[in-house]
């Protein structure tokens, strides 16, 4: 019975802390599934509040197909999540340009309205407000409500870091003007 239990428990191994680079070592499909599990959610999460949800549903898998593909790719000096984050932008603005979409994603306010009704949940005016963003700011104020320090945003976005301030401080300024300033 002991050495049922041991057997059931070593089986039952933790996650690793990486596997992104796990599956780069190693190949194995079960790496790849952890990562997965662990960070489509959140990649496209990020990904609808820069595009519709057809569009990131279809970036999403591309970057997971990317990861097969190109697996020797990944570096250990990035996150995990910062690396896909890293693809996931720039295939969207990839496939943006591609369908040429990619100014009406700068400009949304011109196709969006402001949400009119304050009986809408905060997290869905929050949403809203995000979405008349334009696309920069819109991407770091996104990549910073995921959790990316603004070392990592700048990263993942290739822009300098006091350019990433700025446009977190422009975002900030215009959701508080759309909100109003009680809700932040």
């Known amino acids: 019975m002991l050495l049922a239990l041991k057997n059931w428990l070593s089986a039952n191994e933790s996650e690793p802390a990486d596997p992104l680079y796990e599956f780069k070592l190693s190949g194995d499909n079960k790496y790849l599934e952890l990562a997965i599990d662990k960070y489509n959610h959140d990649l496209y999460h990020f990904l609808l509040t820069q595009s519709d949800s057809e569009?990131?549903?279809d970036v999403c898998q591309k970057i997971w197909l990317t990861v097969v593909e190109k697996r020797?790719?990944?570096h250990t000096s990035q996150a995990p999540k910062a690396f896909l984050f890293k693809?996931?932008?720039n295939a969207l603005i990839d496939e943006l340009r591609k369908q040429n979409r990619l100014t009406y994603m700068e400009h949304p306010e011109q196709q969006l309205s402001v949400p009119a009704e304050h009986s809408v949940q905060s997290h869905q005016s929050l949403y809203d407000a995000i979405l008349l963003l334009p696309l920069q700011q819109r991407e770091a104020i996104s990549l910073q409500l995921e959790g990316f320090s603004l070392h990592q945003i700048a990263s993942i976005t290739d822009a300098p870091q006091?350019?990433?301030k700025t446009r977190l401080r422009y975002a900030r300024t215009a959701l508080k003007h759309v909100l109003g300033e009680d809700d932040e």
Do not use: M, N
């Open 55 to 57: 569009l990131a549903k």
């Open 162 to 164: 006091e350019t990433i």
């Open 72 to 74: 020797q790719a990944y």
């Open 87 to 89: 693809l996931a932008r």
